[in-house]
Nanobody, 115 residues
Framework: QVQLVESGGGLVQAGGSLRLSCAASGSTFGTMGWYRQAPGSQRELVARISMIGNTNYADSVKGRFTISRDNAKNTVYLQMNSLKPEDTAVYYC???????????WGQGTQVTVSS
């Protein structure tokens, strides 16, 4: 199973920006994505990106967040702009292998947006 390590979370004021990174230990031949989970809420998809760069975003982040990946570095990024207090959550990196099998998850990184 691929090991995923997130970084880049922190505390930011509303309207600010953060960039999350997720480095994978092995091949990332598949879809990579970011999910988040706020206290008392279910984990939800934020954005995901395929091997060839096709992307999907949650409606709540469209136009503010951008997902990208560097296949040579086995790394996926999430640029978050115009952050809102409701973006506060633990953000998790996810990898879905192209040929099936179990997903891999990172340990999560906290993002807190103050009003």
């Amino acid at each position: 199973q691929v090991q995923l390590v997130e970084s880049g979370g922190g505390l930011v004021q509303a309207g600010g920006s953060l960039r999350l990174s997720c480095a994978a230990s092995g091949s990332t031949f598949g879809t990579m994505g970011w999910y988040r989970q706020a206290p008392g809420s279910q984990r939800e998809l934020v954005a995901r990106i395929s091997m060839i760069g096709n992307t999907n975003y949650a409606d709540s982040v469209k136009g503010r967040f951008t997902i990208s990946r560097d296949n040579a570095k086995n790394t996926v990024y999430l640029q978050m702009n115009s952050l809102k207090p409701e973006d506060t959550a633990v953000y998790y990196c996810n990898f879905q292998p192209f040929y099936g099998g179990s997903d891999s998850w990172g340990q999560g990184t906290q993002v807190t947006v103050s009003s």
